[in-house]
């Protein structure tokens, strides 16, 4: 069974540049989430779709931070313009009922 | 809302010696509780879960973790470290719409 793909695994960009990272959840995966995860600490929950709808966002910072599940498979995660302290790593996650299983994640340089 | 402590940030033990991470949570209903380990560069990997029944879960590399709903917590054991299990440790606690994850604690083993 293919796990949860995401790309790129690794991205630099300078600060207020724009980027986007792609998620791939395992087939018939229902709910997806985007979770950052700052060094050194836990991963934090951004964004929570259930098929193609929102389940939740609080978490998510709206004035930057932009998500979408089209056709409620593939997700895109979008920052723009990007801050330094949104270096992190982003990490997506698929579920068919409870159990999350997790990408390898993309790692976010802003410089 | 839910939330997850993990009280130890670092934990260092000799390999061969018996290891015990504490994680308490709070939640409003009867909660899903898990534990994920990271490897440095790696994604989440799940070693365990509990949903109901026996409080006592076995998980994969020898782990088990019990849940003890008196004392909200949910701690994982092994009773010999590996030089191998070195890695950051994360509990998580969700229902069937959420997860939220603790910041986690970096088992060091000592040879």
């Known amino acids: 069974e293919a796990g949860v793909a995401q790309s790129p695994r690794y991205k630099i960009i300078e600060k207020r540049q724009s980027v986007a990272f792609w998620c791939n959840p395992i087939?018939?995966?229902?709910?997806l989430y985007w979770y950052q995860q700052i060094l050194g600490q836990g991963p934090k929950l951004l964004i929570q779709?259930?098929?193609?709808?929102?389940?939740?966002d609080s978490q998510l910072p709206k004035d930057r931070f932009s998500a979408e599940r089209l056709k409620g498979v593939d997700s895109t995660l979008k920052i723009q313009p990007a801050k330094l302290e949104d270096s992190a790593v982003y990490l997506c996650?698929?579920?068919?009922?409870?159990?999350?299983?997790f990408g390898q994640g993309t790692r976010l340089t802003v410089v | 809302a839910q939330s997850v402590t993990q009280p130890d940030i670092h934990i260092t033990v000799s390999e061969g010696a018996s290891l015990e991470l504490r994680c308490n949570y709070s939640?409003?209903?009867?909660?899903?509780l898990f534990w994920y380990v990271q490897s440095p560069g790696q994604g989440l990997q799940l070693l365990l879960k509990?949903?109901?029944?026996?409080?006592l879960v076995q998980g994969i590399k020898g782990f088990e973790a019990e849940f003890k709903r008196s004392q909200s917590s949910f701690n994982l054991r092994k009773p010999s470290v590996h030089w191998s299990d070195a890695a950051e440790y994360f509990c998580?606690?969700?229902?069937?719409?959420?997860?939220?994850f603790g910041a986690g604690t970096r088992l060091t083993v000592k040879p």
């Open positions: 939640y409003g209903a009867t909660p899903y």
């Open positions: 087939s018939g995966h229902a709910t």
């Open positions: 779709f259930q098929n193609n709808g929102v389940v939740d």
């Open positions: 996650a698929s579920s068919l009922v409870t159990e999350a299983f």
């Open positions: 509990y949903f109901s029944g026996d409080t």
């Open positions: 998580a606690v969700g229902g069937s719409n959420d997860m939220r």
